[in-house]
C-alpha cells in the first residue's frame, strides 16, 4: 500500500477534531461560552437590531495587540479560518467574516464550526496527492506560489493551536467558575 500524504494531513486533522476536539465540546454552556476571564476580553457579543458580532475583525492581528479572548471568540476564529480557506480554495470565494451573524449560543457556534470544518476537509480530500502541489493561488497574498500542502499544514497546526486554547478555557472554567473560586464575569447575552 502506497503512502498518501493526502491521507496523512486528514488522519492528523480527523484525530485532532474526534478525538479531542468535539469530546472536549460536549456539554459547553452558554455561561462558559461566553464567560471572559479577565476584562477587556474579545467575544462575540449583541449588536443594534439583534445579531451577533465578534468584538475585532479576525483577520491577520498583531499578536501584541490582541487582548485575551473567550471561547465564543475563539470558536468564532476557527470556523472562520475553516470557512474563509474553504471558500477560497474549493468554493466561490464569498466567504465574509464581516456578513456572519454570529452563533448567540455554544450549541450553534458548534454547529458552524463543524459546518465549516466539514467544507474544509471535503475540499482538502478532493485535492488528492497532485492537488497538494498546486500553487495556494492569490487568495493567500505573499504565500501564492506556495503548494496547497502548506495551507493544509498551516490550518492543522492553527486548529489544533486554538482548540487547545478552547480546551484549557473549558478546564479553567470547570476548576473556577463552577467550583465558585471565582466570579463569573459575563456580561448578559439574551
Not at 38 to 61: K, L, N, Q
Request: charged share 25%; hydrophobic share 45%; net charge negative.
Amino acid at each position: 500500500m502506497a503512502f498518501s500524504w493526502n491521507q496523512a494531513l486528514l488522519d492528523q486533522l480527523d484525530f485532532a477534531w474526534n478525538d479531542q476536539f468535539m469530546p472536549r465540546m460536549a456539554g459547553l454552556s452558554d455561561d462558559e461560552y461566553f464567560w471572559e476571564p479577565v476584562a477587556g476580553c474579545w467575544s462575540v457579543r449583541p449588536t443594534e437590531g439583534g445579531r451577533y458580532a465578534m468584538d475585532a475583525p479576525v483577520g491577520r492581528i498583531e499578536r501584541s495587540a490582541a487582548p485575551f479572548t473567550t471561547i465564543a471568540w475563539r470558536l468564532g476564529h476557527i470556523a472562520t479560518f475553516f470557512g474563509e480557506r474553504a471558500s477560497n480554495h474549493f468554493g466561490d470565494g464569498t466567504f465574509s467574516a464581516a456578513a456572519i451573524d454570529w452563533p448567540a449560543t455554544a450549541d450553534s457556534a458548534i454547529a458552524m464550526v463543524e459546518r465549516e470544518y466539514r467544507r474544509w476537509r471535503e475540499g482538502v480530500q478532493a485535492l488528492g496527492e497532485d492537488g497538494l502541489l498546486r500553487p495556494c493561488g492569490p487568495a493567500e497574498g505573499p504565500f501564492s506560489d506556495d503548494p496547497l500542502a502548506d495551507l493544509v499544514l498551516h490550518i492543522n497546526r492553527e486548529f489544533l493551536h486554538h482548540a487547545a486554547e478552547v480546551a484549557m478555557l473549558r478546564d479553567l472554567y470547570r476548576d473556577t467558575v463552577a467550583k465558585g473560586a471565582l466570579i463569573l464575569n459575563s456580561p448578559a447575552h439574551s
